[in-house]
């Protein structure tokens, strides 16, 4: 049986807190790529799903154990799925969340459809040659508000508007936001996966 330990082929500090909670208890040892050494991969493809094999391979690659990465984003119908795999650069390299906010708002400010969700498509990798990669993927669906609402979070957190409930994903507990959202679900479907075919 693998050992519980698992590197995690992100540098982002909010995903990482979500995973490390979402991922104890299970049991499972959470190591940032960052800890071992190891630069990001390149992202350079058009979906979700390519991207995260590229990082789960690279990591899995660089530090010999199993790998575990997430490739996810904001997709918004009245912009044909954008921000979509550039979320965090969709106002260019090094654009910071609140440069990204403001790019989505002035996107979006000729359209009255704000309706949007967000993706997470997961990718564990036992080594980097695994023929069978563990695949998980979740959405989560909402609209975008103009002013920010919330501090918590991160990305597109306090723009992301949770009609059902009144709040944006910022206005959230963490732990609430870890059971509902796109990350929460993809990752409760990639667990009992892990259990499955990793004994885990």
Known sequence: MLPRR???????????????ALLAPAGVEVIA?????????EEP???FVENALAKARHAARASGLPALADDSGLCCVALGGAPGVRS???AGEGAS?????????????????????YVCVLVALAHA?????????????????DEPRGHGGFG?????????????????????????????????????????????
Do not use: C, M
Request: net charge positive.
């Open 33 to 41: 790529q960052a800890a071992l050494g190891i630069a990001g991969a």
């Open 97 to 117: 969340d609140a440069d990204n906010n403001a790019e989505l708002v002035r996107r979006l400010a000729p359209y009255a459809d704000r309706r949007a969700h």
């Open 45 to 47: 493809h058009r979906t």
């Open 156 to 200: 597109y957190d306090p723009h992301f508007f949770l009609p059902q409930l009144g709040q944006t994903a910022a206005q959230l507990a963490p732990a609430h936001k870890n059971a509902i959202s796109h990350r929460g679900q993809a990752l409760a479907a990639l667990r009992e996966k892990l259990r499955n075919h990793w004994g885990w």
């Open 129 to 145: 040659d695994d023929p069978e990669p563990l695949l998980a993927e979740a959405r989560w669906y909402g609209t975008i508000v």
């Open 88 to 90: 965090a650069r969709f």
């Open 6 to 20: 698992l590197v995690i082929a992100s540098n982002n500090a909010g995903k990482l807190r979500e995973l490390q």
